[in-house]
């Protein structure tokens, strides 16, 4: 009875210092227990609660894997290459960022520079028409490829947006007239040696690089480039629009025909909006195919057929181009019309 009042600690039992004194004599060996258990009680508790060190390594190496993941994650968004390629490259190269991009890149333009050569004998009959005008200058381009399923690919469209905007920089460093228009045409061969504004890549390197990403053959074919004085106006018009699928393609504008025309105010009109009258020619170029502006004398008939000027006018069969011009107070001077995969002289005789 005694000894569980001691484990118990009654508080009772041990009031009084002759209690104490009673219980260390007629029972010492159950006092001398007491430490000795709560000594062991912590040293328990202890080895539970202090850190182990498989614990730390572990979670060093769970902020590891997160690193790395970080890593492939960004340089996958960055070149769009697959999780696997990107992930070799990061392995080859110790998580350097900028050598695995590099290296990816590289094996992407051998890649595409052999899938280019295996290709290069397949037909080109389908691709698109760009547009991009920027102030007082505009471009058009054809790129070609083998079906109509790849011209919807942005990787494609993408590549006629770096054809563009490359012919649009070169003609532009050429421009020396400001009193008059310019107008010019680049083909194909002159074309792939352009570098593009942003990496400074010739556009053969990137046309083999789009082969490589989509599995067909492609051909950048022609551009053409015009630029107009402050006070004269570039029309323009696309048929068979296309909508661009990425937010880096706002300013491209692409189809099936595309046509810029030269015009100017020969006279005031404040009823006359100029951007629409633009539009309206461009219209009538895709659809008539002039192949010269011609004269506002010319006569109707078959061998004016071809003349813009003495064409019945699209929107208004009625009435002449000429004669349309001539309410509208505008007066033509050029325009260029593409229909993509089209036959023309240039093409048959090389």
């Known amino acids: 009875m005694l000894s569980r009042f001691v484990l118990a600690g009654s508080p009772s039992w041990f009031s009084s210092a002759g209690g104490e004194a009673a219980a260390c004599c007629f029972y010492p060996g159950i006092i001398m227990l007491v430490p000795c258990a709560l000594r062991t009680a912590r040293t328990r508790i202890s080895r539970i609660f202090s850190p182990q060190p498989v614990q730390f390594l572990h979670c060093s190496g769970t902020r590891l894997i997160a690193t790395d993941k970080e890593l492939l994650i960004k340089l996958r968004k960055k070149t769009g290459y697959s999780f696997t390629n990107c992930k070799k490259a990061l392995e080859n190269f110790n998580s350097d960022l900028q050598q695995a991009e590099a290296w990816l890149h590289e094996q992407a333009h051998k890649e595409g520079w052999s899938k280019a050569?295996?290709?290069?004998?397949?037909?080109?009959?389908?691709?698109?028409?760009?547009?991009l005008q920027d102030g007082n200058s505009a471009v058009l381009v054809e790129v070609n490829c083998e079906t109509d399923f790849v011209a919807r690919n942005v990787k494609f469209q993408q590549l006629v947006q770096q054809t563009a905007t490359a012919t649009l920089e070169h003609c532009r460093s050429k421009q020396v007239t400001?009193?008059?228009?310019?107008?010019?045409?680049?083909?194909?061969?002159e074309i792939n040696q352009l570098k593009t504004p942003v990496d400074s890549r010739a556009l053969a390197d990137q046309l083999a690089l789009a082969i490589g990403n989509l599995g067909?053959?492609?051909?950048?074919?022609?551009a053409a480039w015009v630029a107009v004085p402050s006070d004269w106006y570039i029309g323009t018009y696309v048929h068979g629009q296309l909508q661009a699928d990425s937010p880096s393609l706002l300013k491209m504008v692409f189809g099936k025909y595309g046509a810029l025309v030269i015009?100017?105010?020969v006279e005031q009109n404040s009823k006359v909006n100029a951007s629409e009258v633009g539009r309206r020619l461009g219209q009538h170029i895709v659809g008539m195919m002039p192949l010269s502006v011609g004269s506002i004398d010319d006569p109707p008939g078959d061998d004016s057929e071809t003349k813009l000027l003495a064409q019945p006018f699209l929107l208004d069969p009625g009435t002449t181009v000429g004669q349309f011009l001539h309410t509208s107070g505008v007066s033509v001077l050029d325009f260029v019309r593409y229909e993509c995969g089209e036959v023309t002289e240039v093409a048959e005789s090389a």
């Not at 067909?216 to 022609?222: D, F, G, K, L, P």
């Open 178 to 189: 400001t009193t008059d228009y310019t107008k010019s045409s680049l083909m194909a061969e």
């Open 117 to 131: 050569s295996k290709l290069q004998g397949r037909k080109t009959k389908e691709g698109l028409i760009g547009l």
């Open 263 to 265: 015009y100017r105010a």
């Open 216 to 222: 067909e053959n492609m051909a950048i074919r022609r």
